[in-house]
């Protein structure tokens, strides 16, 4: 079965969209064919939304402060017999309850150049620096320092934490190779190490290594990046030193990007309350 979604928002999408996607995938046999429509903010624009809403009927999803726009929407979805979903709307009221306060209604708010956005920016310039080992006499000024073999989702990983406000480095683990000696003097970052189970981690090399044959600038790589009791000596190696430093090790095989960043980030929280709880503070949420 198809569905028409028509992801309806007065700023990027981003809110509307990763919500309707986390609904829609918990359904089986259902294609999601989605319309985005980004910067929603005049009447012309919700009448283009109603117009294509008429021509490819589905559901209507959105993220709108202003009243006026709206009322457009959701009269044009009544007239047109099409469900429409506020998303947001059950949050807001449950928070003015809870605080005592009205919304402000401000479009965008959660993209605003704040401080938060700024250290957004300024974790992700620092894992660009510190991506694969760059780097290394910097570590210490990290929040998070992740460790594994190559294809361990770690790169990806650190940039979902970047976008978090969280400065990420990651450094890989090469068989017989040591690890900079910069890692044997950390005192602030949280240093976690990724694995793998290794058949899947043959299959994501192997799979690079196509993808990389048909690009314009191949990259050299051992002959047996991709045999098997190779991968597995690595892991190997990896989990020994893993150990030999105590740090917390996370199993990335059936785990996706995000929920590997989840895990992380849990591990991050777990160690700062900690240290406020030593220092007689209170932990931040």
């Known amino acids: 079965m198809r569905l028409h979604m028509h992801l309806v928002s007065d700023s990027t999408g981003d809110t509307v969209t990763t919500v309707a996607r986390a609904g829609i995938s918990q359904f089986d046999g259902v294609v999601p064919v989605e319309h985005v429509w980004s910067f929603v903010r005049s009447r012309a624009q919700v009448e283009q939304v109603l117009s294509m809403v008429k021509a490819l009927p589905g559901v209507v999803i959105y993220t709108m402060v202003s009243p006026d726009l709206r009322q457009v929407l959701e009269e044009g979805c009544r007239e047109l017999q099409v469900p429409v979903v506020p998303i947001l709307d059950g949050v807001f009221k449950a928070l003015s309850r809870l605080l005592g306060a009205e ?6 708010r959660q993209h605003a150049m704040d401080d938060g956005y700024f250290s957004r920016i ?5 894992m660009l620096q510190h991506d694969d080992g760059q780097s290394p006499w910097d570590l210490n000024a990290a929040d998070i320092v992740l460790v594994g073999v190559s ?3 770690k790169t990806p990983t650190c940039i979902y934490l970047a976008n978090r406000g969280l400065k990420t480095a990651n450094v890989p683990v090469v068989l017989d190779c040591p690890l900079p000696k910069e890692l044997d003097s950390l005192d602030k970052p949280l240093v976690v190490g990724l694995t793998i189970t290794p058949e899947p981690l043959v299959q994501i090399r192997s799979n690079r290594l196509k993808q990389m044959e048909r690009g314009s600038t191949p990259m050299r790589l051992a002959d047996d990046y991709t045999e098997l009791e190779r991968v597995r000596a690595e892991l190997v190696y990896a989990r020994r030193l893993f150990a030999r430093y ?19 980030f849990q591990l991050f929280q777990g160690r700062v309350g900690r240290a406020a709880r030593a220092a007689g503070e209170t932990p931040p949420a």
């Open 103 to 108: 919304t402000r209604q401000q479009i965008g």
């Open 151 to 153: 294809r361990a989702s």
């Open 246 to 264: 105590d740090w917390p090790v996370i199993d990335v095989t059936r785990r996706s990007v995000e929920e590997t960043a989840a895990a992380v």
């Open 122 to 126: 300024e974790a992700m310039d620092f």
